[in-house]
Structures are given as structure tokens and as C-alpha cells.
């Protein structure tokens, strides 16, 4: 059974950098696509990055481009979000979620689409401070 496990949130001022981390177990099965969404209370919840098998393409949403970046260890079931110059906008729950999809054929937007990701974890708090 998949099951993703995200960790690295915490509390952080106005400019500050945080770094999450996700493994994913896999058991029998089989992942290729991993990627990292937000949810702050009361709004949908926002594709943030996602990376293919050996973080050939990586795709961001507009309002974290510049400053975060995704990447996968060589494991391929272990993925990373580093935050940098983090604003009090980017505060919500981070979640690592995980497919296996046919992602050569997936538009840019279907990356970042959460219905893409049957897997996900319980999310890691990102709270900023201003």
C-alpha cells in the first residue's frame, strides 16, 4: 500500500527558508510521480511543485516559482521542498502526494492537479510569521 509521509514543517519568520521532506512507502506497488500541494483554511488546495522519475521536468505554481524547488533522491520514493524567502502567504498544511500515471502525456496543469494523486500524506504545518 502507498503511503506517503511528509516532515519538516514548523514556524518561520518573513524571508526565512524551511525544507520538507516525504518518503514514500510503495510495498508491492509501484509510484512515479511526486509532488507537493497546500492548503491554507478556507481555500482549495494548491498545486505547489511537482517532480517526474529522476526530476527530468519539474513544474511550479505561479506563486512559489523563484523561490521553492522540488527534487527526488536517487531512491525515487523520497522527495523535497525547499522553501526559500518564505512570505506570510505561503502558511498552510503541506501535503506530498503520489501517482503512477502516464506523466509524458500530462499537461503542465495535470501535474499540479490534485485529482492527478490517489496517494497522499497527512501534511506537515507551515505556519509564517510576518
Known amino acids: 500500500q502507498v503511503q506517503p509521509v511528509e516532515s519538516g514543517g514548523g514556524s518561520v519568520q518573513a524571508g526565512g527558508s524551511l525544507r520538507l521532506s516525504c518518503t514514500v512507502s510503495?510495498?508491492?506497488?509501484?509510484?512515479?510521480?511526486l509532488a507537493w500541494f497546500r492548503q491554507a483554511p478556507g481555500k482549495e488546495r494548491e498545486g505547489v511543485a511537482a517532480?517526474?522519475?529522476?526530476?527530468?521536468?519539474?513544474y511550479y505554481g505561479d506563486s512559489v516559482k523563484e523561490r521553492f524547488s522540488i527534487s527526488r533522491e536517487n531512491d525515487e520514493n523520497t522527495v523535497f521542498l525547499q522553501m526559500n524567502n518564505l512570505k506570510p502567504e505561503d502558511s498552510a498544511m503541506y501535503y506530498c502526494?503520489?501517482?503512477?500515471?502516464?506523466?509524458?502525456?500530462?499537461?503542465?496543469?495535470?501535474?499540479?492537479?490534485?485529482?492527478?494523486?490517489?496517494?497522499w500524506g497527512q501534511g506537515t504545518q507551515v505556519t509564517v510569521s510576518s
Open positions: 502526494a503520489a501517482a503512477n500515471a502516464r506523466w509524458w502525456l500530462m499537461t503542465a496543469d495535470q501535474h499540479l492537479d490534485p485529482t492527478t494523486y490517489p496517494y
Open positions: 510503495v510495498g508491492e506497488d509501484y509510484i512515479n510521480l
Open positions: 517532480i517526474v522519475p529522476k526530476g527530468v521536468l519539474t
